[in-house]
């Protein structure tokens, strides 16, 4: 499955975002998908998944109450819903999917996005 992620900015603390993942190739009703972001110097970190089976999420403790992942698998997109943000939100955001019926590392996911930026602003 091939990813595009979408949706990245500037933004002032405070506001919001939403990501878009759309996926080709694949039908993505079949796959766990996740959110991760990486900032400048730091590893990829886990931000949040949703099952394909169940929809069951879940989400890192930093963004948990204000980031939400939902998936329209009839438009195979996949959304990161990102509220109240903070200036250490900033950073790449990429969307994953994996075959397994879940995933929360990067080595759980085969299929990347190419990554969007999102900058928030003090």
């Known amino acids: 499955v091939q990813l595009q992620a979408s949706g990245g900015g500037l933004v002032q603390a405070g506001g919001s975002l939403r990501l878009s993942c759309a996926a080709s190739?694949?039908?993505?009703?079949?796959?766990?998908m996740g959110w991760f972001r990486q900032a400048p110097g730091k590893g990829r970190e886990f931000i949040a998944t949703?099952?394909?089976?169940?929809?069951?999420?879940s989400y890192a403790d930093s963004v948990k109450g204000r980031f939400a992942i939902s998936r329209d698998n009839a438009k195979n997109t996949v959304y990161l819903q990102m509220n109240s943000l903070k200036p250490e939100d900033t950073a790449v955001y990429y969307c994953?999917?994996?075959?397994?019926?879940?995933?929360?590392?990067?080595?759980?996911?085969?299929?990347w996005g190419q990554g969007t930026l999102v900058t928030v602003s003090s």
């Open positions: 190739g694949r039908t993505v009703s079949n796959y766990a």
């Open positions: 949703i099952s394909w089976g169940s929809g069951r999420t």
């Open positions: 994953a999917a994996t075959r397994a019926d879940w995933g929360e590392v990067p080595t759980d996911f085969r299929s």
